[in-house]
């Protein structure tokens, strides 16, 4: 954090990564884990991350004139991947 690579990668979490889980807790409810285990933890943050990716795709459905950024904030490849792949 000390330094300008750590604070740049920090404001760009406040962007990209804080606003998915404060989604997560305000509209689903999804404030703790209902389950014990690090691979069914895993499944349920996977599922409500699914659940969160399918309420985003209904919109982009819903109003086809609704497309992501091409300039501003959001021009920067993130610094996180935020994609979530199930492990079956």
Known sequence: M?????????????????PIFADLKTYLKFKRFSVRGLAAVDNEM?????????????????????????????RHKPAIDTTFLFKL
């Open 46 to 74: 996977g599922i409500a991350l699914m659940a969160e990716n399918l309420s985003k795709l209904s919109k982009i459905i819903k109003q086809p004139t609704l497309r992501p950024k091409k300039s501003g904030v959001n």
């Open 2 to 18: 000390t330094s300008k690579i750590g604070h740049d990668l920090y404001a760009r979490r406040k962007i990209e990564i804080e």
